[in-house]
């Protein structure tokens, strides 16, 4: 006999709100609606909900008022990117117009997607072995853990994100992929921690949370200090 799972309705994963982290912020280049090279900056919750979105021309930002303003919305979160050099690098063609000290932060918290679907890569084959070792001592059946959502490939995943029709421009159309990239990450690691805690067995791992423990301690600790730190 098979051995039962909890419904989803006794779960309880918080959604978006991730206390003492802030979130990510993701910048892009590329050409605005009027085909003049700009930036996108995008604020995003720690879970990938974007909660302002803004471009600016890139031989503007000097002489924008704003611009500043906007970047020191991203203080306290983690840059976020496809890889660790885009990201850097767009930060290096902006910080001759923003204070030092918000540089140096951003430029200390740099997150890649890769990075993130492998850590969920991780435990899911973690979980995996556990539910083997649980099968070797019970009477019972166990089915294998089902995944709603295979971990897809970083390219693929970028590929498949690249076009976005809703897009004003193809700056806002960069930003928005990075940013759908979050979400569906995050949302892989939601449905990963909802398969496990299905399982009563697995509990001991740990009551579910709502990102994996490395991106996690990321997001908090570039919320807490205002400085470069390594983990």
């Not at 899911?124 to 070792?133: C, F, G, L, Q, T």
């Not at 159309?173 to 067995?201: N, P």
Request: hydrophobic residues 45%.
């Amino acid at each position: 006999m098979a051995e039962p799972e909890e419904s989803e309705s006794e779960l309880s994963i918080p959604v978006d709100y991730v206390p003492g982290a802030r979130g990510h912020a993701v910048l892009a280049v590329g050409p605005d609606t009027a085909g003049a090279e700009a930036v996108a900056v995008w604020r995003l919750s720690p879970t990938g909900r974007a909660g302002g979105a803004w471009v600016v021309r890139l031989d503007e930002v000097a002489q924008d008022d704003q611009f500043a303003r906007i970047m020191w919305m991203l203080q306290g979160r983690c840059l976020v990117g496809w890889d660790r050099e885009t990201s850097t690098m767009i930060l290096d063609r902006i910080a001759h117009v923003l204070p030092q000290e918000l540089v140096s932060t951003l430029r200390g918290y740099v997150l890649t997607n890769p990075e993130l679907l492998t850590e969920i890569t991780e435990h899911r084959s973690a979980y995996a072995e556990a539910v083997d070792r649980q099968r070797a001592v019970s009477t019972s059946k166990l089915a294998p853990l089902a995944w709603p959502t295979e971990v897809p490939d970083h390219d693929d995943l970028a590929i498949r994100l690249a076009v976005q029709p809703r897009a004003a421009s193809p700056v806002a159309g960069t930003a928005l992929a990075l940013t759908s990239a979050v979400a569906i990450t995050a949302q892989l690691w939601q449905d990963t921690e909802q398969a496990r805690y299905r399982r009563k067995y697995l509990r001991a791992l740990g009551d579910p949370q709502p990102l994996p423990p490395r991106w996690l301690a990321w997001l908090r600790a570039a919320a807490d200090s205002s400085a470069p730190a390594t983990i």
